[in-house]
């Protein structure tokens, strides 16, 4: 079969596919019509609330597990892109990890690409790879986002075969570098709509590098390359950009960004910044104390490193700050920063949010966002995010995440890394409960516009003493001097006694804010039982 026809086969169901219920899903996490109850940046006052911490729930099992786990392990260093029509995209590397199952540097110490002047290779079985395959970039779809599969896209022999799913080896950047340039690391792929070249629609950056930059170091077996040689390979290694007219077929030549801050470090993170209407990146320029972010209009040009000092590995209780995974969601920056002990295997996710001050703080309970798993299960060892930020799906958001289990006492079916999907109500990362004794508990916006728009609350109700839904919600809307207007009293209010994300507020002749082109507050009145995630305007 001819790959034109492949590819017909793999993009034309994602462009003709017909308009399904999720067309009415958000196209980005970033709303400045959301008013979010993280912190309090939005609350005026508050009185009888206490907050909750959720957690994200992981499915039973990974969406996309390696083909071979004794010799492969599938690294989430990639993302999740829902098109616009509504299918869902993947972009994930294998990291191949040798006939010894302990990766490249174990492959090197072994001699698999030869010592001092003999840079030729001498597999021990077809599990050690050539150099430039080391790192493979593969690619998934879904219709739902949590039921993945792996097309056979004819792109890339691998093996002998082009019946798999590889978008993506070394040997390209290998080829065109003089052999300079052969594995790839933190790799995001972007879908640049404001692109004008069709051509360059998709964009992936990525850290590149030589498999032999480490040949002379301890960690690869010190094989005593010449240093001149070395030293030829650490020239090149840097950030790159690849462009590609469908995420698939990636053959133009790799753009060298040499704006971008990354500290020298191989872990890179990019992710569209909408309301700048650009991009950011999180970089390792902070090295494992704390992170840094970046910022660039267009992927090329980037600005410097803006360090989060305030994430350390002492707020996340690891000893390291393995990276950071910013986003925008409602009007807020939020980010998954990742504590690592590298030593024992182990990875945890948190939340954290960019403060009015400017700094980004930790906002979270202390626990994983995303919890661990049981030994043996395929998130025993924690989770890292992908690059991209949670996708809402109806009332829920879907968090994908690569997933660890390295304790080999208890060995996971799935092996050492996989990547799994965790679940979480919609705006549901930290909620306003009322708190305990307290029958109502209330609380008082800061000023919103009176536009018009629809207002809409997020309410969950949870079983009261007699096992039935508790909670309620009753609104108001405040003037100027903090009386209620005329016809949105609580008075006037109609209750809100349903579980749901978006419902709506309304009053006796009244389903949408004033349109008075000044600005109101909005009161609630919670019942107990009652938690409120965020409000939101709508048109």
Known sequence: ???????????????LAPASARAADPATTHDPGLILFVDDRSIARQAGFERVFNRAVPAPAPVVAPDAPATEADCAWGNVIREPDGPFRMWYCTLMMGEAGKGPHEMAAAGVWGRGDDFTFHPRSPADVRPTETM????????????WR???????EFRGSRENNVVLTGAGAAATSGGMLTNFDGWSVLRDDREPDPGRRYKAVAHWESV???DNHAVSGSLGRPQRIIDRHWQARGEYLATSPDGLRWESPLERLDTLPSGGGDRLVVVPDPARGGWMAYVRAGGWAHPSLSRSPDLVRWGAAEEARRITPEALGFPAVECMIPFAYGPLELGFP?????AAGRFAVRLAARGVDGEWEVCDDGQPFIPAGPPGSYHASGAVPLHNEPIVVGE?????????????DHPCPQGARSIGVARLRRDGFVGLAVGAGSGVATLVTVPIPADGARLRVN???????????????????????????????????????ADGTRLALEWRGHDR?????GEVQVALRVAAGGVVYALSREP
Not at 464 to 493: I, M, N
């Open 150 to 156: 792996k097309p056979a896209l004819g792109l890339v």
């Open 513 to 517: 804010l004033p349109a008075s082109g």
């Open 338 to 342: 990742c504590g690592m002990d590298k």
């Open 212 to 214: 032999h930059c480490w």
């Open 1 to 15: 079969m001819s790959v034109a026809r492949v590819l017909a086969g793999v993009l034309l169901p994602l462009l």
């Open 396 to 408: 829920e958001m879907l968090v994908y995440f690569n997933a660890f289990s390295r304790d080999p």
């Open 136 to 147: 493979l970039g593969r690619y998934a779809e879904s219709d739902d986002g949590i039921v």
């Open 459 to 497: 309410l969950e109700r949870r079983p009261g003493s007699d096992g039935a839904p508790a909670g309620r919600v009753e609104a108001a809307l405040l003037d100027a001097t903090g009386a209620e207007l005329d016809g949105y009293r609580f008075a006037d209010a109609r209750p809100v006694d």
